[in-house]
């Protein structure tokens, strides 16, 4: 194993800098965004982000509202639905297969 820092690949920052805007927008379009707990994000070191989502909404407004652009890991089957699928890939997702050793 490597010491090396993991970097998230240029392509994928690339995608990430022009899909939150592009959400963000989206969204105070589509509603009233109101955000409160920033101040409760650590400013640095590692975390997790669980979120129980009930709508196909909550991931990308997390993501695109989010202080830094987070790593997302999701259902693999989203992966095989057209317009997730391509969203998934640009952002750079990482599919999860349930019930496997991924």
Not at 5 to 20: E, G
Not at 29 to 55: F, M, Q, T, W
Request: hydrophobic share 45%; proline share 8%.
């Amino acid at each position: 194993m490597s010491n090396q820092l993991y970097r998230v690949p240029l392509h994928t920052r690339w995608m990430r800098s022009i899909l939150r805007p592009i959400f963000r927008g989206i969204f105070h379009i589509i509603s009233h965004v109101k955000i409160s707990g920033r101040e409760n994000v650590p400013s640095k070191g590692a975390y997790l982000i669980a979120i129980n989502h009930v709508s196909l909404f909550e991931p990308p407004f997390v993501l695109a509202f989010w202080p830094i652009a987070p790593e997302a890991a999701g259902a693999a089957d989203i992966w095989e639905r057209r317009g997730q699928s391509l969203l998934a890939r640009s952002y750079g997702g990482i599919p999860v297969r349930r019930g496997e050793y991924d």
